[in-house]
């Protein structure tokens, strides 16, 4: 009647007052008869099978302790003992009596609690400590297993203690659930320097070996010059000049670059093949939102997260941008004001960053925002700033010193081999393998980690997020 994964609470006459709680694991069946080098007569004779053959099988489970509960002082302690043999094994079903008393004792020695599923077959309602959030999270499993779901149920608590700004990568998993006053998108969000000139030269066909620097320079000088701040530019004998004669966003901006290829002495040839193919590749409704739309900075942005800390998590709708340098740049600088604020007032922030499809910003090849995200994994606990990570993999999705500093993670079912191997390169998954993920059903996660009030992975059942 065992189940992997089951919570079991065992009873030791020679210790009163005290029970042991575990989880079952490894169930085997067995039979004594049935040994792969040892010949058994059945073979032979096999007519006296259903006659003699008595019923010899048997089940192994063993029960991986992980802590121990007063149950009438509801009190938890880390499991140092070993139960007597003959001690009895109960499995826990649900509504038994006894899960209110381990509750109560867990959430004793819980700072800051929040509940995000029940313990799969008790229904236990696990109590989580809040307070390790900023160690941050990970959240690991293959498509479709729930991972926004619980990061969104997970914010929804964590949004009593702390600021959140959610970065919805798509704009299908957070955008719809929040109230839209709460929801910022991408497009009204500005752009730095370095990221307009990098959309700009991919748009504009222009090769990487000759324009990067006109551009860089170009489109500090726009943006500059859109918030009406005077440029000094100046090479040599010669300085920037612009003809500043139309209101067409694209044109403005052709005159600009021209006008700074010109200072800093581009070939003439070099500054016809920009003309041209910047009017004839741009597209031109970017560069419109450039100069009409994107005007609330990422420090505004920060500001109003923190304002709506108790509230409700910010939502940033990366899905209305499609260029992945521009959700790079966004999740890159809103990131960077926030550590430009922490500089600045010296106070722990308590502001959390949720990053889903952490492979586009958090990987070893996602610059700028890997390095942003990895200090702010690496430093940000001390300023309350801490981050929230959901991917399908592990390994190549993660770089290397960003997930050494993820304190707890969810994992469910793993889209590849060896992932679970990494997770335990980081974090002490208490024996699980492989093939008790292979069972999970979407929703099933375990948790692991700092987070975890129990100190062996628990297997949770999330709740229902609509
Ligand atoms: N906690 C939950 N509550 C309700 N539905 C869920 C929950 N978890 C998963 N689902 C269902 O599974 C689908 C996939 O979940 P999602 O979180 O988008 O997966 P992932 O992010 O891992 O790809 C959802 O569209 C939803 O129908
Ligand atoms: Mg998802």
Not at 332 to 351: F, T
Request: one cysteine or more; hydrophobic letters at 40%.
């Amino acid at each position: 009647m065992v189940e992997e994964q089951q919570l079991a609470i065992i009873e030791d006459d020679k210790y009163t007052g005290k029970l042991f709680i575990g989880v079952l694991r490894g169930i085997k069946r067995l039979d004594p008869i049935l040994r792969g080098n040892v010949r058994i007569p059945y073979v032979e004779y096999h007519e006296y099978w259903s006659q003699a053959y008595p019923e010899m099988s048997y089940t192994n489970v063993y029960v991986s302790l992980c802590s121990v509960i007063d149950p009438d002082n509801k009190k938890i302690e880390n499991c140092r003992i070993a139960p007597h043999p003959n001690s009895k094994v109960y499995v826990m079903t649900k509504g038994a009596s006894i899960l209110n008393k381990i509750e109560e004792a867990i959430r004793k020695t819980v700072q800051e609690e929040i509940c995000v599923g029940e313990q799969k077959y008790s229904g236990l309602k696990l109590p989580l400590n809040a307070y390790y959030a900023r160690c941050h999270i990970g959240v690991f499993g293959a498509t479709g297993m729930g991972k926004s779901r619980l990061v969104k149920a997970l914010v929804d608590e964590l949004v009593k203690n702390y600021a959140i700004i959610i970065f919805d990568h798509t704009g299908v998993d957070y955008t719809p659930f929040y109230n839209v006053n709460y929801v910022i998108s991408s497009k009204n969000i500005e752009i730095s320097a370095d990221v307009l000139s990098s959309v700009v030269l991919d748009m504009a066909r222009l090769d990487r070996t000759t324009y990067p620097t006109y551009m860089d320079v170009a489109c500090m000088v726009f943006l500059k010059q859109l918030k009406g701040e005077n440029v000094k530019l100046e090479v040599g004998r010669r300085s920037l000049r612009i003809d500043d004669l139309t209101d067409d966003p694209l044109e403005k901006f052709i005159s600009v670059a021209d006008g700074v290829m010109a200072t800093l002495g581009a070939k003439d040839t070099t500054r016809a093949k920009a003309k041209l193919f910047l009017s004839e590749y741009m597209d031109k409704t970017f560069i419109d939102e450039v100069v009409n739309k994107r005007k609330m900075s990422p420090k505004e942005i920060v500001q109003q997260a923190l304002k709506l800390k108790g509230k409700s998590p910010l939502v940033i709708n990366l899905g209305d941008d499609t260029e992945i340098a521009v959700k790079r740049g966004i999740v890159y600088d809103i990131i960077s004001a926030a550590w430009e604020i922490v500089k600045e007032c010296r106070n722990p922030l308590n502001l959390g960053f949720v990053i889903d499809e952490a492979q586009n910003y958090a990987g070893e090849y996602t610059y700028p925002t890997n390095r942003i995200v990895e200090m702010t994994a690496r430093e940000g606990r001390k300023w309350g700033l801490f981050v929230i990570l959901a991917s399908q993999r592990v390994s190549r999705d993660i770089s290397a010193s960003i997930r050494a500093n993820i304190n707890t993670v969810f994992f469910s079912k793993l889209q590849a081999t060896g992932d679970l191997k990494e997770i335990s390169g980081f974090l002490d998954i208490g024996g699980i393998e492989e093939n008790d993920l292979a069972l999970l059903e979407s929703r099933d996660f375990f948790v692991a980690g700092l987070m975890n009030p129990l100190r062996i992975p628990m297997l949770l059942r999330v709740k229902e997020v609509s």
